[in-house]
């Protein structure tokens, strides 16, 4: 039985030696532009790569996928006029299925007739409960709420710091656009597909 385990240990110390003597071998043959550059950042990605592939983070960064979901951010289209439209309407779906509750919605009053109108007066996420599962934005009927891909959110202290609020967490629909151009551009087809199908 000593034996075995002796065995396992000289293939685990193996494994590492090899790695060790590939990494000098792939950085000779790279002659030093392995790191901090992007073809050898795509190296070290790749399944094939030989040798070491860590990533020198924060100097290095791995690009993120599209589907890849942080805090949510909030759609916003600019008008003709130069006045920013948000999306939301406030109705308070991605409160319902929010499984953390760290959303909350105000709605908006109008100031004259004191009804309700359809735009949020306060939006706040709480960024340290939030949970990132993206059903927010999933069961959204407007496209107005939006997983974003910015992880280096941390801060000193969190009570005021990772409350967004509606400037906190309003983006163009330029940014949605550049982070997530599949799911734009289909998102972008369903509503002039309704459109069309509406005004025939």
């Known amino acids: 039985m000593a034996s075995l385990t002796g065995l396992g240990m000289l293939k685990g110390l193996w494994v590492t030696f090899r790695h060790l003597v590939d990494t000098y071998l792939v950085d000779l043959r790279w002659g030093g532009k392995r790191y901090r550059s992007p073809e050898g950042l795509q190296d070290r990605m790749s399944y094939k790569t030989r040798g070491i592939f860590t990533v020198q983070y924060p100097e290095e960064k791995l690009p993120v996928p599209e589907n890849f979901r942080f805090i949510p951010f909030l759609v916003h289209d600019e008008m003709e006029d130069g006045e920013i439209k948000l999306r939301c309407?406030?109705?308070?779906?991605?409160?319902?299925?929010?499984?953390?509750?760290?959303?909350?919605?105000?709605?908006?009053?109008?100031?004259?007739?004191?009804?309700?109108?359809?735009?949020?007066?306060?939006?706040?996420?709480e960024a340290d409960v939030c949970m990132n599962c993206g059903l927010c934005a999933e069961f959204c009927p407007f496209d107005a709420i939006q997983m974003d891909h910015?992880?280096?959110?941390?801060?000193?202290?969190?009570?005021?710091?990772?409350?967004?609020?509606?400037?906190?967490?309003?983006?163009?629909?330029?940014?949605?656009?550049?982070?997530?151009?599949?799911?734009?551009?289909?998102?972008?087809?369903?509503?002039t597909g309704k459109k069309e199908e509406g005004a025939a």
């Open 89 to 125: 309407t406030a109705c308070g779906m991605c409160v319902r299925v929010c499984p953390p509750q760290c959303i909350w919605i105000t709605r908006a009053v109008d100031p004259q007739t004191n009804k309700p109108v359809n735009q949020p007066a306060e939006f706040v996420i």
């Open 150 to 191: 910015d992880y280096e959110i941390a801060v000193r202290e969190r009570q005021q710091s990772l409350r967004y609020d509606l400037k906190k967490l309003s983006r163009p629909a330029n940014y949605h656009a550049a982070i997530h151009p599949l799911r734009d551009r289909q998102e972008t087809l369903e509503r």
